[in-house]
């Protein structure tokens, strides 16, 4: 075999183990790490691309942006097992109040008046309420009037956290 053959199979053999590195490597990545797309028209958050971080954060803080998975008809029945991006709004201990279609967190207003109240066939007043966010659980809230989010139907708990975004865009 002369050089030139020989620099070509080592060559060859190089860039194999290089293609076969950077795909485990993206399959691995892959599996923590991916890029999320908000398809809606009216979207609850003002950002449309998401850096998206799988699995459960060790902490949660206000303003995180999380991914959860809905369950027990919380949201209606054809919400269950689909994924929601909202943000952290409210933690465990603190005081949330819905009065005259306005939310409140520790007496503090939060967003706009609350403009699916009909839609969701109740009259104004229908969602009104105090209750204080039990351990365990948070309240997620998206950041536009039109977001059907934790004002309407309560609290998360943190085990069906399954990711944390980042905006992109």
Known sequence: ??????????????????????????????????????????????????????????????????????????????????????MVFALPGDAFEVKNDLAYINGQQVGRKMDLIEKLGKKPGGFDRKAIVPAGHLLLLGTEPHSFDGRYWGFVPESEIVAKATPLW
């Open 1 to 86: 075999m002369d050089a030139r053959a020989k620099f070509a199979l080592k060559t060859t053999g190089f860039m194999a183990g290089l293609f076969l590195t950077g795909m485990l490597l993206i399959n691995a990545l892959g599996s923590f790490y991916r890029i999320g797309v908000d398809l809606q028209q009216r979207q609850c958050l003002p950002w449309k691309w998401y850096f998206i971080t799988a699995g459960r954060p060790a902490e949660f803080h206000r303003g995180d942006i999380l991914v959860a998975i809905m369950k027990y008809g919380r949201m209606g029945h054809g919400f269950d097992g689909q994924k929601i991006t909202k």
